[in-house]
């Protein structure tokens, strides 16, 4: 049973989505059914021109990439979604990096 986790403009939430081959991360407000921000390998990938494995190395990235995006935006407190995946792998080492620059969740 899924539990419904909603964000709102002064907490948002932060959802990780995993698939086989990438890792995406955004920050949604509920309230206002708005994407915030947005980050993934797919973006990574154009920015860089360069190939990031499916590992949580990437995933370090991704977290690190949208944990600058987040502050940039003066968010510094999140609720963390994992849409019901394990807190272990890409999804743990998304969510370290994101601890490690300083959001709160």
Excluded: W
Excluded at 73 to 83: C, E, M, N, W, Y
């Amino acid at each position: 049973m899924k539990k419904k986790i909603r964000g709102t403009k002064n907490r948002p939430r932060l959802c990780v989505f995993r698939s086989n081959k990438h890792i995406y991360a955004q920050i949604i407000d509920d309230t206002n059914n708005k994407i915030i921000a947005t980050s993934s390998t797919l973006v990574i990938l154009s920015e860089q021109n360069k190939k990031i494995s499916n590992d949580c190395h990437a995933a370090h990235k991704i977290g690190q990439n949208i944990a600058q995006k987040s502050k940039a935006l003066g968010i510094k407190k999140v609720i963390f979604d994992r849409q019901n995946k394990i807190y272990h792998g890409r999804i743990k080492a998304l969510a370290e990096a994101v601890r490690e620059e300083g959001i709160e969740f």
